[in-house]
């Protein structure tokens, strides 16, 4: 917003500013609720992605996909528990990715009592995030550790998985992101 606003770019600061506050408005609404609907996180998480797409000068793209069976209105999650690893596709691998990045979330079904949400990116993948993180020392995440001891202490049998990913080279391709929910 700053930035917009230093080089007077009003409309563009003006259309930020109004994004980010429905950002907040959703995050503080959503997190008066142990658990909300997956179409509200995923709307609230669209809003983030969008934002974190004009800041990066769109660097990446990003696409949510849910087949018509799954019933978003219907299904309740935690507030905010897809946000943490979409941040960290975007700051750890997408941010330092040479070239166009691309994260995709897709939620599937796999019983009446069970999702899987997939978060996948094509950002330069763990390991070489965390060799540029060892530069960063005066920094400690947390919000992937408390995510994952929130999830697991809601529900004994919720897991989350994370994979990375490689080509046929041994490059690094991204990071996926499996989040097995019970609801």
Known sequence: INHYIITNEKKL???YLTMFAK?????????????????????????YLKLE????????????????????DFISIPPLIIQPFVE???????????????????????????????????????????LKKTSEKDHKSYGID?????VQFLNPLNKIVITDLYDQASSSTGTKVELFIHC
């Open 23 to 47: 950002l907040i408005r959703n995050i503080l609404e959503n997190s008066k609720n142990t658990s909300i609907s997956l179409k509200s996180e995923l709307e609230t998480l669209k809003l």
């Open 146 to 150: 408390i995510t994952i001891e929130r």
């Open 88 to 130: 960290n596709a975007i700051w750890h691998g997408i941010q330092e990715k040479d070239g166009q990045g691309m994260i995709e979330i897709s939620v599937h079904q796999l019983s009446e009592s069970e999702i899987c949400i997939t978060i996948t990116d094509n950002g330069i993948g763990r390991k070489a995030a965390a």
């Open 13 to 15: 600061a003006s259309d």
């Open 53 to 72: 797409s004009v800041r990066l000068e769109n660097k990446f793209d990003f696409i949510i996909q849910h087949p018509e069976i799954v019933d978003l």
